[in-house]
């Protein structure tokens, strides 16, 4: 596994590969934007919950201070198919500038569990950006449980979401 992709390959849906040598996971992500306009879907706390998770999972956000030491939160809510349910995520802004956003994640169902994570936006070149995204776990136990999580669904929708937001002009 690379952990840097060739400009050349295009990433229309998300690409997750597990790291082989450290507990992380790597998401490549090409949109139709500027570095400029995924850094404010990614930072802008409306716009934020329009995009983030499944499909079907509303996204409110109860503190948000996109900067350099900030931090965040949310509360996730949405139905499963079966019941209704209510989660909380949490973490702290590191890093926040035009090209790369350093935070920590937190889901409150699994407080001690905290990863580091970095993500990235590559100009193209060609009116296009990669969204390079690199969460580093505690374990690779818990790299591997998110994995299985079916996390691909909430990141793939919320992708699709960003797309949907570029296409009407809110970004």
Partial sequence: MTTTQDSRTRYPEAAIEADETVPAIHVWRDFAATPAQLFRAHTDPELFAQWIGPDGVGADVTHWEARDGGSWSYVARGSDGREDFETSFRGCFHTVREDRIVQTFTW????????????????????????????????????????????????????AAIDRLLAEGAL
Avoid: I, K
């Fill in 108 to 159: 409150e169902g699994m407080p001690d569990g905290v990863s580091l994570e970095t993500v990235t936006f590559e100009d193209l070149g060609d009116g296009r950006t990669r969204l390079h995204a690199v969460s580093l776990c505690d374990s690779f136990e818990d790299r591997d449980a998110w994995l299985r999580s079916g996390m691909e669904v909430g990141v793939n929708d919320g992708y």
